[in-house]
């Protein structure tokens, strides 16, 4: 299947020019090219033709959840007939596996996965191996270990009406397949068995499969609704029913029982070489930790078939060498492009003066913190093995790309020998934005009264802050109406809504609360770097920067540029930046942006263009979320043991680890509760940590 864009607009300014150079890059095979396109410049509807165009499978890596969730959405509109496939971290929360040896201190990895950004994951590794159309939008962790594409596709289930095949073989595919069979309630990623059908809800899927067994076949194949689980109603007498079905595997690592054999040998001997070496030098303690916890790692893989941190063994398993790169999603775009006929892919970095320095510390990370697990025993050197890729190594793996940003650096410039598209116009007629600069002493007072101006006419504020604390301190005063009534001196008609958004909030919270912006239940919303790079909010009209002359990362010349692009999708948009002196950063960014304005300028005169602003229709939300009773949500840890309140906690069944790790996690709902002025909360879930401790 070809990928057919649907869009009411054709390419306008200098879209049409844009295209057709990336085109022709692609297919005279060169290996890297900028595009430097401004905000509002349409740079995702360019990238959306070039891919129409071009017709390969597509990588797009994106340096933050936000904006990789932002780009999901729009090319999933683009492309409604096609597999846009969104795929990122899927932790909530996430404390990797560490040691700190100057205080002897242990340090468990703990995890909180999302559900359904763990579907979505599997949903994209599934469609690359099933369709020649996918596009993936990824964040960085696309270029962590993930298992081999093809261990993956070999362990997928492939089910046929009428086919002769009994239950118990069934039953036993999907434990292979990592699912967990349940009598209670179904989950995803679970089965049951009731009587003549077996009901599986696939990882990847919002629908259960009930599968209805004959005597010796399968009878009949039906999709049911995941919440009631009734039949999903088609069309007369086939309701709800499919001659085939294809069930993925739960997880991305997996092991078949003559590979796990295989593996095991390898791991003992692994075991035995590294416990003789760490007796030789005399580090006694750390052997015996070592024997311990991988003989027991061995002994639940050998029995369950998965062992929590199988993925430190991963090597074993794929048949890899020692230092050999990992398997990543990278393989599984190639083992698309050469399953379907493609040959090769495409590679996009959204944001590249960000992104790519991004993936090329992310080994150098990792490698610090595993070289002492291994140095003190607690994971054989195989471990180093499960990791990211080496900026070295991603870089062989993209053998075309396609580097995006307003703002691009040297790096990707010199990548791309040279050569630069460039995408300044919007066919919108929508200029950069005004710039003033404006003293620092009294700039909340002075950005309240800002505030107050844009939400009389409906517009939207983002202010940039350079702390979180300061992002959180700024969005409680302004939301304190009689503080500012104060400020201001007059009385609001309605109070100021406002919400902060940085790294601390969950990512499928961040995009609720740009949503809400963009609706108007939120009037500003306050940050720091997560307002730069990408988002697309055509109703702010303001954007202000505090502490604009505080020489930095935040305040560099790259970063002023693209904050300040933020509110060059409105026809009055305005950048405020708030300093006592001009810095070179904010000279050359004001310079930049003044010359961007002109070209734009040029143009609407030439083409007698008047700016008009964007209307941009509200997507459906990312992921349906069920909302949930915030006070049960958080005491949900306790239903891992069983228990449904505090007054149900059995200390003495608990063992010591199991009281560890629940006194941790308590001990952050605990933190969070008094954060949010829950204090009666914090305390009871304090005096539960005391009972436990």
């Not at 191996?129 to 289930?157: E, F, Q, W």
């Not at 967990?180 to 919002?206: C, H, I, M, S």
């Not at 988002?535 to 020489?551: C, G, M, N, Q, R």
Request: net charge negative; with cysteine.
């Amino acid at each position: 299947m070809d990928f057919k864009l649907k869009s009411p607009f054709e390419p306008g300014g200098d879209q049409p020019e844009a295209i057709k150079k990336l085109v022709e890059g692609i297919r005279q095979n060169e290996s890297g090219q900028v595009l430097l396109g401004v905000t509002g410049s349409g740079k995702t509807f360019s990238l959306a033709k070039v891919i129409e165009e071009v017709k390969l499978p597509t990588l797009i890596i994106s340096h933050n959840k936000t904006l990789a969730a932002q780009l999901y959405q729009e090319f999933r509109d683009f492309f409604p007939e096609n597999a846009v496939s969104y795929f990122v971290s899927y932790y909530d929360y996430y404390q990797p596996e560490a040691y700190i040896p100057q205080s002897d201190t242990y340090i468990e990895k703990e995890t909180s996965v999302n559900d359904e950004i763990d579907k979505l994951r599997l949903a994209a590794t599934t469609n690359l191996l099933t369709r020649p159309d996918v596009i993936v939008v990824a964040s960085v962790s696309c270029i962590y270990n993930l298992g081999s594409p093809k261990d993956y596709a070999l362990n997928m289930l492939e089910l046929i009406s009428g086919e002769l095949i009994g239950r118990e073989e069934v039953m036993k595919r999907l434990v292979d397949m990592q699912y967990e069979r349940t009598r209670g309630q179904l989950l995803r990623g679970n089965f049951r068995v009731r009587g003549e059908y077996v009901e599986v809800w696939p990882a990847d899927k919002d629908e259960v499969l009930r599968i209805v067994f004959g005597e010796k076949e399968i009878k009949d194949l039906i999709w049911v609704d995941s919440v009631d689980l009734t039949p999903l109603l088609l069309t007369g007498e086939s309701e709800g029913r499919e001659k085939r079905a294809v069930i993925s595997p739960a997880k991305h690592f997996l092991a078949d029982v003559y590979s796990q054999d295989k593996a095991v040998e390898e791991i003992k001997k692994d075991l035995a070489k590294r416990s003789k070496e760490l007796k030789n030098q005399g580090k006694i303690l750390e052997a015996h930790r070592l024997e311990q916890k991988v003989n027991y790692d061995l002994e639940m893989l050998m029995t369950m078939g998965y062992v929590n941190g199988i993925e430190n063994y991963s090597r074993y398993f794929d048949g890899r060498q020692p230092g050999e790169a990992p398997f990543t999603l990278i393989e599984y775009m190639q083992h698309n492009a050469e399953i379907f006929g493609k040959k090769k892919f495409l590679t996009v970095i959204d944001e590249s003066h960000i992104t790519l320095p991004q993936i090329k510390g992310m080994y150098r990370g990792d490698e610090a913190r595993k070289e002492t697990l291994i140095e003190y025993g607690f994971r054989l050197p195989s471990a180093r093995d499960n990791r990211p890729l080496k900026y070295e190594e991603f870089a062989r793996k993209i053998k075309q790309a396609i580097y995006v940003s307003a703002t691009p650096a040297e790096w990707e410039i010199n990548l791309a020998g040279g050569k630069v598209v460039e995408q300044l116009i919007r066919p919108t007629g929508l200029l950069e934005p005004v710039i003033e600069v404006r003293p620092i002493e009294g700039q909340v007072s002075d950005l309240i009264r800002e505030i107050v101006k844009r939400k009389e006419k409906c517009e939207r504020v983002l202010a940039t802050t350079l702390t979180k604390k300061m992002a959180e301190e700024l969005a409680d005063y302004i939301k304190d109406s009689e503080r500012v009534e104060e400020k201001i001196g007059y009385k609001l008609k309605s109070p100021i809504k406002v919400h902060y958004l940085h790294a601390d909030v969950e990512t499928l919270d961040r995009i609720d609360v740009l949503d809400d912006l963009r609706s108007g239940e939120v009037d500003v919303v306050v940050g720091i770097n997560l307002l730069r790079e990408g988002l697309d909010l055509p109703e702010v009209s303001l954007v202000a920067i505090l502490d604009a002359d505080k020489e930095g990362f935040l305040r560099s010349e790259t970063s002023l540029i693209q904050t300040m692009g933020r509110a060059a999708r409105h026809v009055e948009g305005k950048a405020i930046l708030y300093a006592d002196k001009i810095t070179d950063s904010m000279r050359r960014a004001m310079d930049e942006v003044t010359r961007r304005r002109k070209i734009q300028e040029r143009y609407n005169l030439k083409h007698e263009i008047v700016p008009k602003g964007i209307i941009k229709p509200m997507r459906d939300k990312l992921l349906k979320r069920i909302k949930v009773d915030n006070k049960k949500k958080k005491m949900d840890v306790l239903d891992d043991y069983g228990w449904s309140s505090p007054d149900d906690v059995d200390v003495e069944a608990m063992t010591p680890s199991d009281k560890l790790k629940l006194s941790k996690k308590l001990r952050r709902l605990m933190n969070e509760a008094a954060k949010n002025w829950e204090f009666e909360r914090a305390a009871s879930l304090r005096d539960l940590i005391e009972k436990i401790e």
